[in-house]
């Protein structure tokens, strides 16, 4: 896997031009990369982020094959994204706990981690988990 590229940055237009480049980045950092929502908000080519603009967004990233946190896509240029691919183990951890969390589904996917006989990946799911939930909940205290 490549050093991801910053799609966080002043420049990140100059790495990513169309929808397609985005999942590209998201399939070569890893399957999740973070990205700057003026980013998203050009690449659909829409002058503010407006609630149909974020929608229409989502459901273009849905259409790519990726999901992002926040599960609700922030209305502020300068906010953060973290756009991750579907069907990954990164995805059934955030959907297991931030989507679907009561549901049988959640209940499977967090018991297979939990049994899994590699310890070091659950405990690296773990921490990335605790991750994401200290910036959401950090987001949400703003």
Request: proline share 3%; glycine share 6%.
């Amino acid at each position: 896997m490549a050093t991801p590229i910053d799609l966080t940055a002043g420049d990140a237009a100059d790495h990513v031009e169309s929808w397609e480049e985005l999942r590209d980045a998201v399939d070569e950092a890893g399957g999740v990369l973070r990205a700057v929502m003026w980013l998203l908000r050009d690449l659909e080519e829409a002058g503010r982020l407006g609630v149909h603009v974020r929608k229409s967004i989502s459901r273009r990233l849905d259409g790519l094959g990726l999901a992002h946190l926040p599960a609700e896509i922030p209305s502020e240029r300068y906010d953060i994204v973290t756009l991750y691919k579907r069907g990954t183990p990164a995805a059934a951890v955030v959907d297991a706990v931030f989507r679907d969390g009561s549901s049988k589904a959640a209940e499977t996917e967090l018991r297979r981690l939990n049994t899994s006989q590699d310890a070091e990946t659950l405990l690296a799911v773990t921490e990335k988990v605790q991750e994401l939930a200290d910036l959401l909940l950090v987001e949400d205290d703003e």
